[in-house]
């Protein structure tokens, strides 16, 4: 079965800092690691990390997929109070499609002013 | 405007009496797949559909059914609800192999049942 592990799972931080968010997964057959945002709706998607794009980076936003050791991060730089969501890792096994997608538990971020 | 519509999105029922949540995207996506999300336990697959006339079980489908007549539809069916399946459900949808894939999954809004 494959296993999707997000830590922490809370994490409180001041504006301005940098935060790292941790996934690391379990899986059968690896296609695609991907990140979402879900603030208090429907989560957004931020980046797709397969074997052949191991690194994305959006504005503040970056991450990076080890595909030996089994890990992916997700990066927020300077950050802000709009960045408080929580973020979702996810693997799916037949390179993003929905049959295959298996989400983690989810990083509750918190910004404070 | 690119969107999945998901409802009701509220609804409270009793136990035993049977709803439809119902579920339409404009992308004309092949995919279409139904989570339940519930505090601690993150998004968890009920069903999916891979095109229409095309579904399967995901990892939590006791309890619901679902059908595929169309492309642009997917209801998620509770035939005889229970207090168990109180939950925040998410109707999502992803072009297929054959479209331009990105990799992203759309969401709809979410729809908030409870089961009294």
């Known amino acids: 079965e494959d296993k999707v592990v997000q830590s922490p799972l809370s994490l409180v931080v001041h504006e301005g800092d940098t935060v790292t968010l941790n996934c690391s997964y379990e899986v059968t057959n690896f296609r695609s690691l991907l990140w979402y945002k879900q603030e208090k709706k429907a989560p957004t998607f931020l980046f797709m990390l397969?074997?052949?794009?191991i690194e994305k980076k959006s504005g503040r936003l970056s991450s990076i997929l080890d595909k030996k050791e089994l890990f992916s991060i997700l990066n927020i730089t300077a950050t802000q109070t709009g960045d408080s969501a929580v973020y979702l890792c996810?693997?799916?096994?037949?390179?993003?499609?929905?049959?295959?997608?298996?989400f983690g538990k989810g990083t509750h971020l918190i910004i404070q002013p | 405007e690119a969107q999945v519509t998901q409802n009701p999105r509220y609804l409270i029922t009793v136990t035993g009496k049977k709803l439809t949540v119902t579920c339409s995207q404009n992308?004309?996506?092949?995919?279409m797949s139904w989570y339940r999300q519930d505090p601690g336990l993150g998004l968890r697959q009920i069903y999916y559909s891979m095109n229409v006339e095309v579904t399967d079980k995901g990892d939590v489908p006791e309890g619901y059914k679902v059908s595929r007549k169309e492309k642009r539809n997917f209801p998620l069916i509770l035939e005889s609800p229970s207090p168990n399946q109180t939950s925040l459900y998410f109707c999502?949808?992803?072009?297929?192999?054959?479209?331009?894939?990105?990799?992203?999954?759309?969401f709809g809004e979410g729809s908030r049942l409870t089961v009294l």
């Open positions: 992308m004309n996506h092949e995919y």
């Open positions: 999502a949808s992803m072009a297929g192999p054959g479209q331009t894939n990105t990799g992203e999954l759309f």
């Open positions: 397969t074997s052949s794009g």
């Open positions: 996810a693997h799916s096994n037949s390179g993003g499609g929905a049959d295959g997608l298996t």
